[in-house]
């Protein structure tokens, strides 16, 4: 009985130990020399089951909200990319049925991904000691067709500087 006993806690015991996980609250950091990007947990960003909506239902999805800061006293030429991620066994959203919006301190621009040149959402130039702050939002096109349906976009941030 003390073996039966001692073996279904066993089993209880593995199970919890290996299904246990814990979300970090800690904001990512990417440095490259001054410049660095502050992302939140979720550094994916993530079009899965969405439907074609309009540009003002759009911007109210979710947000992904990041930092680009200089941490030098001398201004950084910089480039912000969106990169696709493609997990295997997915059906991938083209980027003309793509949108998104980008808010740069208070500046906004919305367009489609295909719009985009390799990516590129945007170039500037951040002066030393200063933040940018971000938001970024994707959702697909109302005009999209239906095939758009069941299919994916998974993205991540990509910076480049030069000084």
Same mark, same amino acid.
């Given at each position: ?21 814990? #979300? /970090?609250? =800690?904001?990512? *950091? ?7 990007? $502050?992302?939140? &947990? ?31 006293? #001398? /201004?950084? =030429?910089?480039? *912000? ?7 295997? $066994?997915?059906? &991938? ?31 500037? #130039?951040?002066?030393?000691?200063? *933040? ?32």
């Amino acid at each position: 009985l003390i073996l039966v006993v001692v073996i279904i806690l066993l089993i209880v015991g593995s199970y919890s130990w290996l299904t246990f996980s814990k #979300t /970090s609250d =800690k904001v990512n *950091i990417i440095k490259s020399g001054d410049l660095s990007l $502050e992302l939140q &947990e979720d550094t994916e960003i993530l079009l899965q089951k969405a439907v074609p909506m309009s540009d003002k239902k759009g911007i109210e999805t979710q947000k992904y909200i990041f930092r680009l800061k200089n941490n030098g006293s #001398t /201004s950084i =030429k910089y480039d *912000i990319f969106i990169d696709r991620i493609i997990p295997e $066994e997915t059906e &991938e959203l083209k980027n003309k049925d793509i949108r998104y919006r980008l808010v740069n301190n208070e500046k906004e621009q919305i367009g489609t991904l295909s719009d985009l040149k390799n990516g590129k959402l945007e170039s500037g #130039t951040i002066s030393g000691k200063s *933040i940018n702050n971000y938001t970024l939002q994707v959702w697909i096109d109302k005009n999209a067709s239906n095939d758009v349906m069941n299919k994916t976009f998974v993205g991540k941030l990509r910076i480049e500087s030069t000084k």
